[in-house]
């Protein structure tokens, strides 16, 4: 069926059309020739005809919030991991991997520290950990924590409370309002 309006997802806020009256499929990608995800939006009613799914929306994602603040705090709690989260970059996929590695496989290497990395293929990595200043394993591991735990501050957790804000607010305001016409 063609769409003759254009609606606001509840979940992400995007404007799409309407066919057969609900969000169309969108917040896709298409990799390998299929798509790949989609918004839980899509296929639901838009948010001038409906705030329904918005609160189950900021129950989860204020969930996902408490986990990851209580992450944060367990990375800079710990002041002698046994293990650590490390990024390295695999040329076949071209893209960073996340790895957890033990402390044992983190080693100096010139003014940085460095983790060897086994991948589930059996191809070796080396991941950098941190830079000059560390004197053991233990300590490059535990400033590597807390450089993850300030990223994932920076890049996660304020993005869901931003989240948080705007999805309540928009229920506060919420009412029914009219469809804008397909051009």
């Known amino acids: 069926m063609k769409a003759t309006h254009i609606g606001s997802c509840q ?8 066919p057969s009256n609900a969000m169309s499929l969108h917040g896709y990608t298409v990799n390998w020739g299929f798509f790949n995800g989609t918004c839980t939006g899509s296929r639901y009613l838009p948010f001038e005809q409906s705030k329904n799914l918005i609160e189950e929306a900021i129950k989860n994602v204020t ?3 408490a986990r990851l603040t209580s992450q944060v705090a367990d990375l800079r709690a710990n002041t002698e991991p046994t293990h650590i ?13 996340a790895a957890t590695v033990e ?3 983190v ?3 010139l003014s ?4 060897k990395v086994t991948d589930p293929h059996g191809r070796e990595f080396t991941a950098h950990v941190a830079g000059y200043g560390p004197t053991t ?3 490059a591991a535990h400033y590597s924590n807390t ?8 890049e996660k957790l304020e993005s869901m409370k931003f989240y948080i804000e705007w999805q309540t607010l928009r229920i506060k305001e919420w009412a029914v309002r009219e469809l804008k016409k397909v051009a």
């Open 85 to 97: 989260q490390v990024s390295y970059y695999d040329r076949n996929t071209y893209r960073h991997i």
């Open 147 to 154: 450089q993850l735990a300030a990223k994932l501050e920076r």
């Open 137 to 139: 394993a233990e300590q």
């Open 112 to 115: 940085t520290w460095r983790a």
């Open 63 to 65: 969930a996902q919030h």
């Open 107 to 109: 080693y100096p290497e």
């Open 11 to 18: 979940i992400c806020g995007r404007e799409q059309k309407l």
């Open 103 to 105: 402390v044992s496989a």
